[in-house]
């Protein structure tokens, strides 16, 4: 067996709450979560595609080995599994604790390899589970793509052989499901897939510029991969600078914030503002609107007289969400317990949870409002 769980665990200091707990994975999406996802999701690809592994059980094992990268081993020296010994003769000493032969817990001083780089770190994670022990080459050989029909599989495997904690493979599932790494599991990277932006020449043409709320959200849809991505919108007044999918970690279903949209007029159609994480500090691109694929919202007229709640909710210029882009225009406030007309309804679909909308008429307010907003 490669090592013990518990003595990774403590060896690397897991910082972020739930990943340190026995059995437990319950972690929320923060900067830190983001930041490690955005980074590590093309060199973690490419080395699983590579050496024919799941990609999303080598992501969970490097977020939870690291502690979404915060652990001192893989800040100092790019080491996210924890992994002793000297890599081309660099190493790192750390305490660490280990258990004697009577199960009790001592720490002491050990060397751990030192990577030049993430994709190092991987790529060394990578040939141990395809090249096995000194004993048994074929140790992990249920971890490997061909063996495990599916990423469960592959990571329940890696419990009793990569690691002794018996719920170590649940752990990493958790993950993965909450975080949705699955999505990686797709048609591998190209090979080739080179990682230098390219400067395009545009011609100019009318840009109409819609921003609104920053907490929107779509995913990569299934024909991504046919669209490039941008600085600003191709064709605009502003120069564009054309980027691969590879720079960003790209794969269908991955998840995107959007805070604007900006419609071609000579073309008629949308592109939208992104960014790869919620921070709304984070680098922002345009992307082509058949890049992404948003929650089906339908919409039909709707004629009623209603009474708001006295709850206070935001009025939106379109249904929050959709593909317009909602921007806040007021809220419910001064007409709260009183009536409005009803014109238009909406039925917003997104992740299999259905929610209604409805366009107000009220004094000088008109926008949309969600459903819980109006007395029933």
């Known amino acids: 067996m490669r090592k013990q769980w518990m003595v990774g665990l403590l060896t690397v200091g897991l910082v972020v709450c739930g990943l340190a707990g026995a059995g437990h994975t319950r972690v929320e999406a923060s900067a830190t979560t983001d930041r490690f996802i955005s980074s590590m999701s093309s060199p973690v690809k490419h080395v699983a595609d590579e050496y024919k592994l799941y990609p999303s059980v080598m992501m969970a094992q490097a977020a939870l080995e690291s502690g979404w990268g915060t652990s001192q081993l893989s800040v100092n020296a790019n080491n996210y599994?924890?992994?002793?010994?000297?890599?081309?003769?660099?190493?790192?000493?750390?305490?660490?604790?280990?258990?004697?032969?009577?199960?009790?817990?001592?720490?002491?001083?050990?060397?751990?390899?030192?990577?030049?780089?993430?994709?190092?770190?991987?790529?060394?994670?990578?040939?141990?589970?395809?090249?096995?022990?000194?004993?048994?080459?074929?140790?992990?050989?249920?971890?490997?793509?061909?063996n495990a029909p599916t990423y469960e599989a592959a990571a329940n495997a890696l419990t009793g052989t990569y690691a002794t904690a018996p719920n170590y493979g649940s752990s990493l599932i958790n993950l993965i499901q909450t975080y949705k790494f699955n999505a990686l599991d797709?048609?591998?990277?190209?090979?080739?897939?080179?990682?230098?932006?390219?400067?395009?020449?545009t011609v100019s043409t009318k840009v109409n510029y819609y921003v609104g709320a920053d907490s929107q959200t779509a995913t990569l849809g299934a024909s991504y991969k046919h669209y490039a991505i941008y600085n600003h919108v191709k064709g605009s007044k502003y120069k564009s600078v054309k980027y691969n999918w590879s720079q960003v970690g790209g794969w269908q279903g991955r998840p995107v914030w959007i805070d604007a949209r900006g419609y071609k007029v000579s073309t008629k159609t949308n592109w939208y503002r992104v960014r790869f994480s919620k921070q709304t500090t984070s680098k922002k691109y345009w992307v082509y609107s058949k890049t992404l694929s948003f929650p089906k919202t339908t919409y039909a007229a709707y004629k009623k007289t209603a009474t708001l709640v006295g709850t206070v909710y935001p009025v939106y210029n379109h249904?929050?969400?959709?593909?317009?882009?909602?921007?806040?225009?007021?809220?419910?406030?001064?007409?709260?317990?009183?009536?409005?007309?009803?014109?238009?309804?909406?039925?917003?679909?997104?992740?299999?949870?259905?929610?209604?909308?409805?366009?107000?008429?009220?004094?000088s307010t008109k926008g949309w409002v969600p459903s819980s907003a109006v007395k029933n």
């Open 81 to 146: 599994f924890g992994v002793k010994g000297a890599y081309n003769g660099a190493s790192v000493t750390m305490s660490t604790a280990e258990y004697n032969a009577n199960g009790q817990l001592y720490y002491t001083q050990a060397a751990f390899k030192k990577y030049p780089d993430a994709t190092a770190s991987m790529t060394d994670n990578a040939q141990l589970l395809r090249n096995g022990t000194s004993w048994n080459h074929n140790y992990y050989s249920r971890v490997w793509r061909e």
């Open 186 to 201: 797709g048609a591998p990277m190209a090979a080739n897939s080179a990682p230098a932006a390219k400067k395009t020449a």
């Open 319 to 363: 249904v929050f969400n959709s593909a317009y882009i909602a921007k806040q225009l007021t809220t419910t406030q001064a007409l709260a317990n009183h009536s409005v007309t009803i014109d238009h309804k909406a039925t917003h679909v997104q992740s299999g949870v259905t929610t209604t909308w409805y366009r107000i008429h009220g004094g």
